[in-house]
Nanobody, 123 residues
Framework: QVQLVESGGGLVQAGGSLRLSCAAS????????MGWFRQAPGKEREFVSA????????YYADSVKGRFTISRDNAKNTVYLQMNSLKPEDTAVYYC????????????????WGQGTQVTVSS
């Protein structure tokens, strides 16, 4: 089993930066594909980014490409999402998720989820 805990969210001005962290329990972290999703009020959960088991391959939604960077440190059982040039449209609860399957943008393919961290970007 994998337990995920997100941190690093908060309030930031448009154009600013935040780095989200997701700490995982257990000794099998490197076996999982990791993803970040977000959900704004009244909207469906959407894919943000994903990273392969070794960290060698990364994927991004078009809306964040060039601004966000996903990375992982398997020795620390942690995945990160560096968010730069933040926009008000980035405001959402951000969730970390883990999957034993292939990299996917579909939330239902991820088996484990954190409880989320709020990111609010002011105009």
């Amino acid at each position: 089993q994998v337990q995920l805990v997100e941190s690093g969210g908060g309030l930031v001005q448009a154009g600013g930066s935040l780095r989200l962290s997701c700490a995982a329990s257990g000794r099998t972290f490197s076996m999982y594909i990791m993803g970040w999703f977000r959900q704004a009020p009244g909207k469906e959960r959407e894919f943000v980014s994903a990273i392969s088991r070794s960290g060698g391959s990364t994927y991004y939604a078009d809306s964040v490409k060039g601004r966000f960077t996903i990375s992982r440190d398997n020795a620390k059982n942690t995945v990160y999402l560096q968010m730069n040039s933040l926009k008000p449209e980035d405001t959402a609860v951000y969730y970390c998720a883990a999957s034993r399957a292939v990299v996917t943008t579909t939330p239902k393919q991820y088996e484990y989820w954190g409880q989320g961290t709020q990111v609010t970007v002011s105009s």
